[in-house]
C-alpha cells in the first residue's frame, strides 16, 4: 500500500521558532510537493521538488524553505515561525498526475 | 496568474445526481484533475483529463472542455459517503513541472438523506 507519511499531526510551536515538518513517502517518486490548506482558500502550493537537490517555488514560498537531501523525503522549513503561518500543512508525491496525500500536520503557532 | 472557480456549496438527496462545475483561467494548461477530501482527512485522487470529452469510473465521471476552459465532476447514485469537499486542479505547466498542481477553493458536497 503506497504510503506518504508527515511527522507530526499536530504541532504547537511560538512566534520566532524554526519549525521542521518532515515528509517521507515509499513510492519513489520524483516529485513531492507541500501544500498549506485554510479554510475558504483550498490547498495552495509552496513548493515543490521534481528531483533530489532540486526545488522550485509555488504560489507561496514567502516564509518557507525547503530541502531534498533524499528522493523519499521533503521537508518544509519556517525559518521564523509567525501567527499567520498556522495552518494545516499537507505533503504529497507524485510519480504521474496522481498525487498522493500524506496525513497532514495541523501548526498552530502561538 | 491561475484562478479556478467553483461552487463553494452544493446539496444533493441521496440516489440523486449531481455535477460540480470548474471553470479556470490559466496562463498554461495540460489536464483537469480531480480530488475529494472528507473532514479531518487527506485529499485523495478521482480523475484526470488531459483531453476533451467524458472519463467514466463507476459512481463519478469527469468531462473536460478545453476550448471552453470548462470541467465538471459528475457524482451519480449520491450515498452519504460522498459528503465531502471536492476539489478540481489543473496542471499549468509542461516538462518537469507539468505535475504541479493549481487547486480551486473546493466545493463542499452535502448529501441529504
Known amino acids: 500500500d503506497v504510503k506518504v507519511t508527515q511527522s507530526s499531526r499536530y504541532l504547537v510551536k511560538r512566534t520566532g521558532e524554526k519549525v521542521f515538518l518532515e515528509c517521507v513517502q515509499d513510492?519513489?517518486?520524483?516529485?513531492m510537493f507541500w501544500y498549506r490548506q485554510d479554510p475558504g482558500l483550498g490547498l495552495r502550493l509552496i513548493y515543490f521538488s521534481y528531483d533530489v537537490k532540486m526545488k522550485e517555488k509555488g504560489d507561496i514560498p514567502e516564509g518557507y524553505s525547503v530541502s531534498r537531501e533524499k528522493k523519499e523525503r521533503f521537508s518544509l522549513i519556517l525559518e521564523s515561525a509567525s501567527t499567520n503561518q498556522t495552518s494545516m500543512y499537507l505533503c504529497a508525491s507524485t510519480g504521474d498526475h496522481e498525487q498522493f496525500f500524506g496525513p497532514g500536520t495541523r501548526l498552530t503557532v502561538l | 496568474g491561475q484562478s479556478l472557480e467553483q461552487p463553494s456549496e452544493v446539496t444533493a438527496v441521496e440516489g440523486a445526481i449531481v455535477q460540480i462545475n470548474c471553470t479556470y483561467q490559466?496562463?498554461?494548461?495540460?489536464?483537469l484533475s480531480w480530488y475529494q477530501q472528507h473532514d479531518g482527512g487527506a485529499p485523495t485522487f478521482l480523475s484526470y483529463?488531459?483531453?476533451?470529452g467524458l472519463e467514466e469510473t463507476g459512481r463519478f465521471s469527469s468531462f473536460l472542455s478545453r476550448s471552453d476552459s470548462y470541467g465538471y465532476l459528475l457524482l451519480q447514485e449520491l450515498q452519504m459517503k460522498d459528503s465531502a469537499s471536492y476539489f478540481c486542479a489543473v496542471s499549468p505547466n509542461s516538462g518537469a513541472g507539468s505535475y504541479q498542481l493549481t487547486f480551486g477553493k473546493g466545493t463542499k458536497l452535502s448529501v441529504i438523506p
Open positions: 490559466t496562463s498554461g494548461f495540460y489536464g
Open positions: 513510492m519513489d517518486h520524483e516529485n
Open positions: 483529463n488531459a483531453l476533451d
